[in-house]
C-alpha cells in the first residue's frame, strides 16, 4: 500500500517515523516521555558552582550555587540607605525601584563559593556603581559593576583559600576602558604592592597585553582594553600554562604561556577587585570573577561555556 506523502512530511517535521500519526498511540507516547524529560532537565540545576566546585572566591550579578542567596549589598544615593539584593530581584527590577531615580553603589559583593570572602568597600568614593540615574548598568542586557578608574575597589581580607600555589585558575569578564591613572591596570590581585612585590595581579599592561604579576606571564601582544566585553581565562598547573582571551565578536585566543618563571607566593595582604590604593585601578566594567586554587585545564571549556551561555560574550 502507497504512503501517504502528507502524513510522512508531517512526521519528517516533527522528527518522528512516519506512522506516528497526530492521533496515534506512539505520538502520544512520544511526547509524553518529552515533556517528562523537560520537565526533569528544568529541575536540574545549571549553575556553575554546582557543576564545577571548589572554587576559592566567586563573585557574580547571576546566581552561582544553588545555595546562595543574595549577591550584592547596594547603598543608595538618595539617603545611603543599604539593602542586599539577590540576582533575581536585580534582573526583575528590585533593586531600581530600591535606588528611585538616584545611583546605586555596591557596598558589598557576595562571594558565592561558601568561603565568606565576601569583597567590600566602606569608603563611600569608592564603591562602584551598579545603578546610574534610576537605570541599571548593564553590558549586554546583563548587569554589571562600574569601577571609575580612579579609586574604585572592592577587597577581602587576607584569607589563605586565597592564597595561589603552582595550580590555580581565573575567569572574570571586564570592558576595560582606557586606563586613566596609570599605564597599568590590575583587575584582580592580592597584595597592594606593585611589580613583584604582591602575590598575584592580573591586569593589563600599559594597552598592549595582558599579564600576570609577578610570575612575568604576558598574552604576547594580546590588550583587552577597548576591545568590548572580554572573558579571561588564566590556568597554570603541571599540564598547561596558559591564557585564554575571549573577546566579544572575535574568536578566542589560546595563548601558551611560562606563567612559572617567577613563583606566586603567598602573602598577608588583602584581595582586591579593582586595583587599591589608587596604585593601578581598573576603569570599566566587571560582570563575574571566579577564583579556584586548583588546576581547572580538565574543566576550563566547560566553565568558560557555561559563562558565555549566560553573558553571550562571543
Not at 146 to 166: E, I, K
Amino acid at each position: 500500500m502507497p504512503k501517504n506523502p502528507k502524513v510522512e512530511d508531517n512526521a519528517k517535521e516533527r522528527g518522528l517515523r512516519t506512522f506516528a500519526r497526530p492521533d496515534s498511540f506512539a505520538y502520544r507516547v512520544h511526547y509524553a516521555q518529552k515533556k517528562r524529560k523537560d520537565r526533569k532537565e528544568a529541575r536540574v540545576s545549571p549553575l556553575l558552582l554546582d557543576t564545577y566546585p571548589g572554587a576559592a572566591a566567586a563573585y557574580s550579578l547571576r546566581q552561582l550555587s544553588s545555595t546562595a542567596t543574595n549577591v550584592v549589598r547596594v547603598r543608595r544615593s538618595s539617603d545611603n540607605a543599604e539593602q542586599d539584593f539577590t540576582a533575581a530581584q536585580i534582573e526583575g527590577g528590585t533593586l531600581e525601584t530600591f535606588c528611585g531615580s538616584g545611583d546605586g553603589f555596591v557596598t558589598t559583593w557576595y562571594d558565592q563559593s561558601g568561603n565568606g570572602n565576601d569583597a567590600t568597600q566602606a569608603t563611600a568614593g569608592s564603591q562602584p556603581k551598579i545603578v546610574d540615574n534610576g537605570s541599571l548598568v548593564t553590558e549586554n542586557g546583563k548587569a554589571a559593576l562600574d569601577f571609575d578608574g580612579v579609586d574604585d575597589f572592592l577587597s577581602a581580607p587576607d584569607d589563605n583559600t586565597l592564597d595561589l600555589s603552582t595550580e590555580f585558575a581565573i575567569f572574570y569578564i571586564i570592558n576595560e576602558l582606557t586606563a586613566l591613572a596609570s599605564p597599568y591596570t590590575r583587575h584582580v590581585s592580592k597584595g597592594n604592592s606593585t611589580g613583584s612585590n604582591g602575590a598575584y595581579s592580573f591586569g593589563d599592561f600599559n594597552n598592549t597585553r595582558a599579564n600576570l604579576l609577578p610570575a612575568g606571564a604576558n598574552s604576547d601582544g594580546q590588550s583587552i582594553r577597548n576591545q568590548g566585553r572580554t572573558l579571561i581565562t588564566w590556568v597554570g598547573s603541571s599540564i598547561e600554562e596558559f591564557v585564554s582571551l575571549k573577546k566579544n565578536g572575535e574568536v578566542a585566543t589560546l595563548i601558551d604561556v611560562d606563567i612559572f618563571n617567577t613563583p606566586i607566593r603567598n602573602t598577608t595582604d588583602p584581595f582586591t577587585i579593582g586595583d587599591a590604593n589608587n596604585e593601578r585601578p581598573t576603569n570599566g566594567t566587571f560582570q563575574e570573577i571566579i577564583l579556584y586554587p586548583s588546576d581547572q585545564s580538565t574543566s576550563r571549556v566547560g566553565i568558560e561555556t557555561n559563562i558565555n551561555n549566560h553573558y553571550e560574550i562571543y
